[in-house]
């Protein structure tokens, strides 16, 4: 009810205003952003049988309703919203959700309905149910292909993990740009024993890389995702080989736009006292050219008072997530989004 209320006043005053669009998006039209989001948890109230998803039924443990999932929808559409600078990201790619229903209700029974995102999802083999997923506005990024890359740990674990979503699309009506959702394989069993099943995630993530720069080396590439590994752990850095100490030596280079956050400690998720930067964006080196048609902003952590709290153990402040162990906090994730800003270069 608060956030409804909060959403009318909002519009209220954008319309009073002259900046609200109910046609379309009212961006710079040389500029969009591109964003990602963990969204912690984001399923259905439906039982699904083939997955492991009986917490989050109202039946469940979790006492998962009908009720609170609309307000977690809500909450989303809020924090993209204001991501966007209130209009929301032209290409949104998401993990932790459970379906392409769930990402339906999202862009059609919020306000994002006036958007008309379309969607692109498919269903990994991870026991849980739990997917990534891209929405996108189809008057910014015209979409031409999009495939699941399966990731197998199975050599490393018995358990499966989550596909790597790839989306190619145009920008700007001309520019062609590779995108690429991740959701590495969790620190289940500590972050030693766990590491082995990432860089096997970060090695096949990599492989169809190099399968893109093969065809043209000049390919702009975007690459978000839940890694569960910093920017300098062996997986992003070495296997992946996305470096963010220094610029890209050759076209075929990886920068990782968060490796500077990571270095100050600034991060998208806690564990106890401290912030992992675990949530990254990492371009390919033609993104940072100024001969290129395209060039990307540096990314960003959002980072709105709403979507902490003070963190009453530890010190400072935390996500404010939606579940606390069992208990129903009813925030937003225990993640942090982040983003960036695909630029039109009208002066390669």
């Not at 740990?153 to 499966?160: A, G």
């Not at 024993?193 to 096997?200: A, G, L």
Request: with cysteine; charged share 25%.
């Amino acid at each position: 009810m608060k956030f409804r209320m909060y959403h009318l006043i909002s519009v209220i005053i954008l319309c009073i205003t002259g900046n609200f669009n109910l046609t379309g998006f009212a961006q710079n039209p040389d500029k969009i952003r591109m964003g990602f989001y963990n969204v912690e948890n984001l399923f259905d109230t439906i039982n699904d049988p083939v997955t492991n998803d009986d917490e989050f039924t109202p039946a469940g443990t979790k006492g998962w309703s009908f009720g609170r999932y609309l307000e977690k929808l809500d909450h989303i559409y809020k924090t993209l919203t204001a991501m966007g600078e209130w209009d929301p990201p032209a290409v949104m790619g998401f993990c932790e959700v459970e379906n392409r229903s769930v990402l339906y209700d999202l862009v059609s029974k919020t306000p994002f309905v006036k958007h008309q995102y379309e969607i692109v999802h498919q269903d990994s083999p991870d026991k849980r149910g739990i997917d990534v997923g891209l929405i996108y506005h189809p008057k910014l990024f015209k979409l031409i292909s999009f495939k699941a890359i399966r990731v197998d740990i199975t050599q490393d674990s018995s358990s499966t993990t989550r596909d790597i979503l790839y989306v190619c699309g145009k920008v700007f009506k001309k520019d062609t740009v590779h995108i690429f959702i991740n959701h590495w394989p969790s620190r289940s069993g500590g972050q030693a024993k766990s590491e082995p099943r990432r860089i096997i995630a970060a090695t096949t993530l990599r492989m169809h890389v190099d399968s893109i720069f093969q065809l043209n080396a000049n390919a702009n590439i975007v690459i978000m995702g839940d890694l569960n590994d910093e920017p300098g752990d062996k997986s992003v850095y070495e296997a992946l080989g996305a470096k963010g100490d220094s610029i890209p030596a050759k076209k075929t280079d990886l920068y990782n736009g968060m490796y500077s956050y990571y270095k100050k400690e600034i991060g998208t998720e806690k564990f106890q006292e401290h912030w992992h930067c675990l949530d990254q964006i990492i371009l390919s080196y033609p993104l940072l050219d100024k001969k290129n048609s395209l060039i990307m902003s540096s990314p960003s952590i959002f980072k709105a008072s709403w979507l902490i709290e003070p963190d009453t153990k530890y010190l400072g402040d935390r996500p404010y997530r939606t579940y606390a162990g069992p208990k129903y906090i009813g925030g937003y994730s225990d993640h942090l989004p982040v983003y960036v800003d695909i630029i039109k270069n009208d002066k390669p």
